[in-house]
């Protein structure tokens, strides 16, 4: 008896091994591998030789994952959520300072309310801390502590106010 009679059964196995794979990893190399060894069992089955069933696996296993893959994943990421949530949210948000911030400690409220720890981040140096009544956005997020940096001044808001006669 010739193993090559065999090797429809090496075939189920490894479609099994890359189905159950892909179980658990969900990323889609897996079943397209799957789906490429259930060519090369289909070949077998028609009859092709050993070493062509191997080659039609690979090769469709690989057509699937550099062409019918990506598609796939952007399609499937296309139905996600847009809103920010969590972090994201704030990076960007406005707020007030509480208790002097500098560059290593201080308190800020933010536009939604939350009073955050905070420390400054003035890049070019200029400033070292930031007084209570100080407008800032948020930076970024390192763990616990919002990262601001003073609000930019929009014009007409230097703090005159001027009335102006109908």
Known sequence: MDIASFAWIVWLVLILVFVIIEMLSLDFVFL???????????????????????????????????FIRPPLLHALKRGGDPAKSN?????????????????A???????????????????????TELVPGEQVVVVSIEGATA??????????????????AP
Request: proline letters at 4%.
């Open 32 to 66: 397209m591998m799957a789906i490429g060894s259930l060519g090369g069992l289909l070949s077998g089955l028609f009859g092709a030789p050993w070493w062509l069933q191997l080659i039609i696996a690979a090769v469709l296993s690989v057509v699937l994952i550099f």
């Open 147 to 164: 990262v601001v940096a003073p609000a930019p001044v929009s014009a007409g808001t230097d703090g005159i106010t001027e009335r102006i």
């Open 105 to 127: 400690t201080g308190l800020v409220k933010l536009q939604v309310g939350e009073t955050w720890t905070a420390r400054l981040d003035s890049p070019d140096g200029s400033r």
């Open 87 to 103: 972090v994201d949210r704030l990076i960007g948000m406005g707020g007030v300072v509480v208790s002097t911030v500098t560059r």
